[in-house]
């Protein structure tokens, strides 16, 4: 059932119902943590636990500061309290190098920042100076060259607003660094160039409108500067959410799903108009329901890790069972009077041309007429060190219809979930597709790029979008024997039609999705395939076509017209 999420009401009511699960650990028992689920990540349980405990405060302390919660409330500052306290038994340790608990600290920020009168009337000075204390371990630590340099920025900027003494020198390091990774017309890339996702919009763009909130009249320069990259960076963004909210799946952490439109509620937080009120609320109100709408919750109803399911297939190896509540930044917009613009505002469907290149982004946008199917086309992305990192950034297309997959293993073509993707195999085993480029090259019509699968094997790739459908030509250059397999779109399993379309075409129906792909030059055969259980992000069973060639050693060209069609059934 769809929800106009029009209101402060609306927006709160949600929150309410995705805190009810967690209320009762929290207010109930001592432990200084949530204990939500069994399976692992790669930072320890008590850091998972007390993640579980913190992440909720994204959203929490926006919507305190317009319906207070006393007891909730209480019990927060209570377990950061001894959580950061060095002789309490539950104190949750030293910081160390890289320590997942930096990554919890700007929430506490944040909660510390928005409720300053509350925490000095409820703490002692000596509890504030030991949750300081805690804070500013981080401060002198080791950590990524990424979007955690904002960590140490949001610690100082607590710093400034509590009267601390603050080490200007090393702000200006830290936000220099920044500056190093700003690449033009609102974009950053999250320490390496080619990595650029919705870290992004929920981190650089999140933790800077922050930045100059409350650091305004300490640090002007770079307060501005944060605020004219957001404004530069919406005009683009916009073009990732088709007209039901939905963004385009891809990147990593995918599971923190709708802190995707956190960067628009940050806009909200500082009131900044970067696009017309009424185009946010449409925005915003779209992507809170379709989440809402989503089976992404477990049994007893907390958010689950996965996409739009429960599924750890897809997960990172930093994905506790707390991780997902990241999500909860999205309701920074609750820290905003009724009498805001924005709720004033009526909902208005962006207008957006149908081939928009983002190239800072490294994204290929296309749109379809009526906005209801948003297609991405990369070039020049990726990411070494995580799972799945060729299936996150380095597929042909991703779509906001219909998703994709993720590798299970890769001994046999229907474990790797191939879809929109050219799987290369010696002897048909073991296949790899597409991960990092040696040269690509992008213009408002195609992308291009240069990939080597195997060191015996160079494949250059064009793609051209047509409307739903894009045209895919490789040019293969080989010195061993190889079978090629060209994926098209994944669908459902559930009363899915597969089709075949003469001897080198296959089309797969499953709904109002309907994904076909015809082999043009060089390809010997189509069929289908069913990936393993819980690939796709989208469904938990699927189904996609393909086509196939055996290529000898030599040159070749291949030639295959995929199509993604999203055609709505009208209602008789």
Not at 46 to 53: F, G, K
Not at 391 to 420: H, I, L, P
Not at 452 to 461: A, D, I, L, M, S
Not at 530 to 555: C, K, M, Q, W
Request: charge should be negative; include cysteine; glycine fraction near 6%.
């Amino acid at each position: 059932m769809i929800q106009a999420y029009l209101d402060p009401k609306a927006f709160q009511d949600v929150l309410e119902r995705l805190m009810e699960p967690l209320r009762y650990q929290i207010e109930n028992e001592d432990y200084l943590g949530i204990h939500l689920g069994e399976s692992g990540a790669v930072y320890d349980t008590r850091r998972a636990d007390m993640e579980a405990l913190i992440r909720p405060l994204w959203g929490l302390a926006p919507y305190w500061t317009t319906k207070p919660d006393p007891v909730l409330q209480q019990t927060y500052i209570k377990k950061i309290v001894q959580g950061t306290t060095p002789d309490s038994a539950d104190y949750w340790g030293e910081i160390k190098d890289y320590d997942q608990y930096i990554v919890e600290m700007p929430a506490i920020c944040l909660f510390l920042v928005l409720h300053q009168t509350l925490w000095q009337q409820e703490t002692s000075a000596i509890e504030r100076e030991q949750v300081f204390c805690w804070l500013e371990q981080a401060l002198s630590k080791r950590i990524p060259r990424n979007n955690w340099t904002f960590f140490k920025v949001l610690i100082r900027m607590t710093q400034y607003r509590y009267g601390r003494e603050l080490d200007r020198a090393a702000l200006q390091h830290d936000l220099e660094l920044i500056d190093t990774m700003y690449c033009g017309n609102g974009w950053y890339f999250d320490g390496k160039e080619s990595q650029k996702d919705y870290y992004i919009a929920f981190a650089f763009h999140f933790y800077g409108l922050l930045y100059a909130k409350f650091m305004a009249h300490e640090d002007p320069t770079h307060a501005a500067c944060f605020i004219e990259r957001a404004t530069k960076f919406a005009q683009s963004y916009r073009y990732y959410f088709d007209a039901e909210g939905v963004a385009i799946p891809f990147g990593r952490s995918l599971t923190y799903r709708f802190a995707q439109g956190c960067f628009f509620s940050a806009l909200i937080f500082l009131k900044l108009e970067a696009i017309p009120w009424g185009e946010m609320k449409w925005i915003l109100s779209k992507h809170l329901n379709s989440w809402m709408e989503a089976p992404i919750f477990t049994l007893d109803k907390r958010l689950s890790i996965g996409y739009c399911y429960e599924n750890l297939v897809m997960a990172e190896g930093y994905n506790a069972p707390g991780s997902p509540y990241w999500s909860f930044k999205f309701f920074l917009l609750l820290a905003t009077s009724p009498e805001h613009p924005f709720w004033e505002a009526t909902p208005i469907k962006p207008i957006k041309e149908m081939y928009h290149l983002i190239k800072e982004g490294n994204m290929l946008v296309t749109t379809t007429a009526d906005q209801s199917h948003v297609l991405g086309y990369p070039a020049g992305l990726s990411l070494v060190g995580q799972a799945h990192a060729a299936d996150k950034y380095s597929k042909f297309v991703y779509s906001t219809k219909f998703g994709f997959s993720v590798a299970k293993a890769a001994e046999t073509y229907s474990q790797g979930a191939f879809d929109n993707t050219l799987a290369i195999a010696y002897e048909d085993t073991y296949f790899r597709s597409k991960h990092e480029v040696s040269y690509y090259e992008m213009t408002a019509s195609s992308v291009q790029y240069t990939w080597q699968p195997y060191p015996e094997v160079e494949v250059n790739t064009t793609i051209y979008p047509l409307d739903q459908w894009h045209v895919r030509v490789h040019e293969i250059v080989t010195t061993r024997t190889i079978t090629v397999k060209d994926g098209g779109f994944s669908v459902p399993l559930e009363n899915a039609e597969d089709h075949p379309i003469d001897c080198k075409g296959r089309k797969v129906v499953s709904g109002d999705l309907h994904s076909s792909i015809l082999g043009i030059e060089g390809y010997h055969a189509a069929d289908s395939v069913r990936p393993e259980p819980n690939t796709s992000l989208y469904a938990n069973r699927t189904i996609f076509p393909y086509v196939t060639a055996t290529l000898a050693p030599g040159t070749h060209r291949l030639i295959s017209l995929v199509g993604g069609e999203y055609i709505k059934e009208e209602s008789s």
